[in-house]
């Protein structure tokens, strides 16, 4: 898919790897500007905590003194829940709780505010909120993720409601299964008995397959065009069909 970006300007949080990088590199490829930030950088890009309001408003004024603008923003930064926190309910942390919920939803409010008034000004603006698919169809043992994914959703709406009459469209994705190098290492983790996880969690998609980061980037792309001027509120779930239902025999 190509868009004509020129002329516009974005800034993608958490996009040092995996499907932040692949946004904020295929957005660069239709001509927008892109700022690229993140919590551990990689020493080309700025660091942006997304838990660190002074840090948000900072990069937002830069960005603004640089190029005036800001037209896309697209809330990636997140982290998920790896094997030591995969626990039920009764045996999960208050630390990893407040971790997960601090980064992956208010960390999109925090940003989405800032944004928010240059957009205002301006008239109009993108923002895209990278949610999950399990803020949609809960899964077990991660109960924190499951809740901050679930709270993107209808602040995505939220949002949309408010900043619509302003001239601003907020959507968000919510991809399945990712095939980014974190997924990866962790589906095939031997040492951790993950191998027939990938079976069984394949099984349940139909195109049998996980996503690439470029596939949910398409996803961003197309929310973030132009002619996509008439979408808002809405969540776009890219995950191989695997929540219009069980994949199954019977």
């Known amino acids: 898919m190509k868009v004509d970006l020129t002329g516009r300007v974005a800034l993608v949080t958490g996009a040092a790897r995996g499907i ?72 999960a942390t208050d630390a ?31 923002i895209v909120n990278i949610a999950s698919v399990v803020g949609l169809v809960p899964l077990r043992l991660q109960s924190a993720y499951v809740a901050a994914k679930a709270g993107v959703v209808n602040l995505t709406r939220s949002m949309a409601l408010e900043l619509g009459p302003h001239g601003i469209l907020v959507n968000a994705v919510a991809p399945g299964a990712t095939a980014t190098d974190t997924w990866r290492d962790w589906i095939d983790d031997a040492a951790n008995d993950q191998q027939a996880l990938r079976g069984r969690l394949l099984s349940h998609i139909p195109l049998g397959r996980a996503a690439e980061p470029r596939e949910i980037a398409q996803a961003v792309l197309f929310l973030a065009a132009p002619a996509s001027s008439y979408v ?6 890219v995950d191989g069909g695997w929540t219009a239902g069980y994949a199954r025999d019977f």
């Open 96 to 126: 990893h709780w407040h971790r997960v919920l601090d980064v992956d939803l208010t960390g999109v409010f925090r940003m989405s505010r800032a944004a928010a008034a240059p957009m205002m000004a301006a008239k109009s603006g993108r």
């Open 20 to 91: 932040g990088r692949a946004i904020a590199e295929l957005l660069a490829e239709n001509a927008a500007t892109v700022i690229a930030t993140d919590r551990d950088p990689d020493g080309a890009m700025p660091r942006l905590d997304v838990t660190d309001q002074a840090a948000i408003d900072a990069t937002l004024a830069q960005i603004l003194a640089r190029h005036g603008r800001l037209d896309i923003l697209v809330n990636n930064a997140g982290i998920g829940t790896g094997p030591a926190d995969r626990l039920d309910i009764a045996a």
């Open 232 to 237: 808002t509120g809405h969540i776009l779930t």
